[in-house]
């Protein structure tokens, strides 16, 4: 008996202090792409399907947030599908986002069924760039559009790719709209550094 109590005391003491249904959704997702068919082309746009919940609403449409979080998970089956995950391990390298960017275009609300298509659109040396669209499945419209700055650890996205592909993959053209935002990104970048004195110290 005392042992159901453990467990339970347990359980409630993670459910306080950390995301568990953070975590166990990643690893769901994770395990769902490990057991569908590879993509073998990386940059190759994958949809995955979901509908606004009430945990995902106030006001009865999507929370901002939400949009994010199912980002995360949308991602997570990408790199898992594609192979980047596995280059990644592979290289002792690591990801991290560096950088989000979200235009939100029409309200998703509670119950409604959407399709959020991501992809690689293209990388520079130090970070892959991703596009997440918001896909209503009533009308097809795209309801909010995010591009993602996943900065690579120990490596580039070269030496991934190359890793993964076992020979060098041509690096897909910026379009334009993603350069404004790369250029906001480096700009603002400069702007906090010289803030904080730390040009000055790099002479």
Request: contains cysteine.
């Amino acid at each position: 008996m005392w042992w159901v109590l453990w467990v339970l005391a347990t359980l409630l003491a993670l459910f306080c202090i950390v995301d568990v249904w953070y975590f166990v959704r990643a690893a769901a997702e994770i395990l769902r792409a490990w057991f569908q068919p590879p993509v073998w082309d990386v940059t190759a746009e994958q949809v995955l399907s979901g509908r606004v919940s009430p945990r995902d609403i106030d006001m009865c449409h999507m929370n901002n947030a939400r949009y994010l979080r199912e980002c995360d998970f949308a991602r997570f089956s990408l790199y898992t599908r594609n192979g980047v995950f596995k280059a990644t391990r592979a290289l002792k390298a690591n990801m991290v986002v560096g950088a989000t960017t979200i235009r939100y275009r029409r309200a998703l609300y509670i119950g409604e069924g959407y399709e959020l298509r991501s992809r690689i659109v293209t990388w520079d040396d130090k970070a892959f760039f991703l596009e997440q669209r918001f896909v209503s499945t009533k009308d097809g419209l795209v309801c909010a559009v995010m591009y993602c700055k996943q900065s690579v650890i120990r490596s580039s996205p070269d030496k991934i790719l190359q890793h993964l592909c076992k020979r060098k993959v041509e690096r897909p053209e910026f379009p334009e709209d993603l350069q404004h935002w790369v250029n906001f990104i480096s700009a603002s970048s400069q702007a906090l550094r010289a803030e904080s004195g730390l040009e000055e110290k790099d002479k």
